[in-house]
């Protein structure tokens, strides 16, 4: 599967577009909710980014996700793979354009924590939001790139950069 999406420079209606987005979803979740993120490199101003908004999702550690496949379904998202053991994905597509993702997960998911952290220090430092958007141009300049391969060059990047940022 190619790119779901060509890389762009930051757009300022990113973070208006999740918080309409996540208005539009609070209800789904009502008292299992425990919080709402706006994650991935839309969320972090200057960083160059596929156009899709990453919503992740917190709910209360004994809720069954099952439970939000229709609700969420009745939005225009359709179930991904889940990530991992508590980590599920969704995605939604507008006109066949890939516009949004959700990460529902278990409050203080390890995967939670870590977007929140990535998204964090990309926010705080600036040569990180430098060097990641480069190595994100780079990677997605080749025409042969697929999403799986995409996903599987960032993650080793995206790991050493937040091990750096603990030293």
């Not at 990460?103 to 964090?120: G, N, S, T, V, Y």
Request: hydrophobic share 40%.
């Amino acid at each position: 599967m190619p790119l779901t999406n060509t890389l762009v420079e930051y757009d300022p209606h990113w973070p208006q577009m999740y918080a309409d987005e996540a208005a539009r979803l609070a209800g789904v979740f009502s008292d299992r909710l425990v919080s709402f993120h706006h994650v991935g490199s839309t969320a972090v101003v200057g960083l160059l980014a596929k156009p899709e908004i990453d919503i992740l999702v917190e709910v209360h550690p004994d809720a069954d996700a099952q439970q939000w496949t229709t609700p969420l379904a009745d939005l225009g998202y359709r179930r991904g793979g889940d990530l991992s053991r508590g980590h599920f994905f969704f995605k939604r597509d507008v006109n066949g354009v890939r516009t949004h993702k959700l990460h529902l997960c278990m409050a203080h998911h390890p995967d939670a924590e870590r977007m929140l952290a990535f998204r964090d220090l990309l926010r705080a430092d600036p040569a990180s939001r430098e060097r990641y958007g480069e190595f994100k141009r780079k990677i997605a300049e080749d025409e042969s790139m697929d999403m799986k391969r995409y996903l599987s060059l960032k993650e080793p990047f995206i790991a050493t950069m937040q091990s750096a940022s603990f030293r």
